[in-house]
């Protein structure tokens, strides 16, 4: 519902205060002449920029977490738990709640069956979205093409099943961790069309899927997403494919870019909570060219820390090299080869939010070069992908398929 519905529902108490809030005159015993101001002040666009405006980051991250939530209501822990997962002061995840109500954000269910959940107006969700994108946008600072970039297209679907291929021929031996020997690795990773460098010794790993420890970030979620899929099975000291693992190579079916999307999302929710914002607004924000230094001072202030992992590092190498890989970003480059700026690949709408399910992969004669090394970029230079990106776009295809 709008905000004028659940106005309508609401009663007279919770009226009042939202009228002391937005500082209307009018009687506070006239239900109708409530609603009329609260509108009228809501909907003036000073009042309501300087409201979004008056915001902490600690509302912020808060509102974050219901923007990108698809469902109408929620209830009364889940939004205690947001509250207090976006806190990093000394406030009441409690005040939080009574604060969004009491600017008109927030309301009870009205029905039975919904009297212990809460929702915001859809309305008052989109103009919010609206002006914190406005606002964030400002601070973007926008360049021209960079002369060389990155881009990475669909190879992820393809690798998934060029994966899949190896083990059906290989049959890789298993350590007694389950992990593929390094000579099988070596030979897996060259056989890619995004080809990884392994893993060098020392530093912490975890967090980011069951065998992130020991492979690099990319086939780390290659490898969980055709286990989770039940593609591939390990046996007590070789890795195998299953039954649906067979069928897939044998018809040459590969995920498709929205099931590899959505699982990378599941994967690295834990980690990365509110990650799902962190991708839309990357998105949103950067419609050109635009430098990762204005991006992450904007959305650092969104991410948390995780053990060792910084915000800086997590903004950096789980989103927005893992987007690179996704196909959701370009990385562009200086003529010197140094990484300097990232960009969305304009794709089709299906590309994310299509049908799910399985799809057939043409395959690619050409492949990227391991980090480090030199890789295909706009088919015309070649430059380090190991380098940090420093710019980002998205293209208007995002907008559509969301």
């Known amino acids: 519902m709008n905000l004028a519905e659940m106005l309508s529902y609401a009663d007279i108490r919770q009226l009042s205060?939202?009228?002391?809030?937005?500082?209307?005159?009018?009687?506070?015993?006239?239900?109708?002449?409530?609603?009329?101001?609260?509108?009228?002040?809501v909907n003036r666009r000073e009042v309501f920029e300087q409201t979004v405006r008056s915001l902490s980051w600690d509302d912020v991250r808060f509102l974050n977490a219901i923007l990108f939530d698809r469902r109408d209501a929620f209830s009364l822990e889940e939004l205690l738990a947001w509250a207090k997962q976006g806190n990093r002061s000394d406030g009441s995840p409690r005040?939080?709640?009574?604060?969004?109500?009491?600017?008109?954000?927030?309301?009870?269910?009205?029905?039975?069956?919904?009297?212990?959940?809460?929702?915001?107006?859809?309305?008052?969700?989109?103009?919010?979205?609206?002006?914190?994108?406005?606002?964030?946008?400002?601070?973007?600072?926008?360049?021209?093409?960079?002369?060389?970039?990155?881009?990475?297209?669909?190879?992820?679907?393809?690798?998934?099943?060029?994966?899949?291929?190896?083990?059906?021929?290989?049959?890789?031996?298993?350590?007694?961790?389950?992990?593929?020997?390094?000579?099988?690795l070596h030979q897996l990773l060259s056989s890619l069309q995004v080809e990884e460098a392994p893993l060098a010794k020392g530093g912490w790993r975890f967090g980011y899927g069951r065998r992130f420890k020991e492979y690099p970030n990319r086939f780390s979620l290659i490898y969980d997403y055709c286990y989770f899929q039940q593609l591939i099975e390990e046996g007590k000291d070789r890795l195998a494919l299953t039954e649906r693992g067979e069928q897939a190579v044998a018809e040459g079916l590969a995920p498709s870019p929205a099931d590899l999307y959505r699982f990378w999302i599941r994967l690295y929710k834990g980690p990365v909570r509110n990650i799902q914002a962190v991708v839309h607004w990357i998105c949103r924000l950067c419609p050109q060219w635009t430098t990762v230094a204005s991006l992450k001072k904007t959305l650092i202030p969104l991410v948390d820390a995780?053990?060792?992992?910084?915000?800086?590092?997590?903004?950096?190498?789980r989103v927005l090299k893992m987007m690179m890989h996704l196909g959701l970003l370009q990385i562009g480059e200086h003529e010197d080869g140094r990484a300097d700026e990232a960009g969305r690949r304009p794709h089709r709408a299906g590309d994310v939010r299509g049908r799910g399910g399985p799809h057939r992969i043409a395959r690619r004669p050409g492949k990227i070069a391991p980090s480090g090394a030199g890789s295909p970029l706009n088919e015309k230079r070649r430059g380090s992908p190991s380098a940090p990106p420093a710019v980002v776009r998205m293209g208007s295809a995002w907008a559509a398929a969301h």
Not at 171 to 177: F, G, S, V
Not at 311 to 316: K, N, R, Y
Request: proline share 5%; net charge negative; aromatic share 12%.
């Open 95 to 184: 005040d939080t709640i009574v604060k969004f109500t009491q600017i008109g954000w927030l309301f009870n269910g009205h029905s039975l069956q919904t009297k212990t959940l809460f929702a915001i107006p859809r309305d008052v969700k989109q103009r919010i979205g609206d002006m914190l994108a406005r606002q964030w946008r400002s601070n973007m600072d926008v360049t021209g093409d960079p002369p060389v970039y990155r881009d990475e297209h669909d190879f992820l679907p393809g690798d998934c099943l060029r994966f899949l291929e190896f083990v059906r021929f290989h049959e890789p031996q298993l350590t007694a961790d389950g992990y593929m020997y390094k000579r099988h």
């Open 306 to 317: 995780y053990y060792f992992d910084q915000p800086d590092d997590i903004l950096e190498q």
């Open 17 to 41: 205060r939202i009228a002391m809030h937005y500082e209307c005159e009018c009687s506070v015993h006239s239900k109708n002449s409530l609603i009329q101001s609260i509108l009228a002040a």
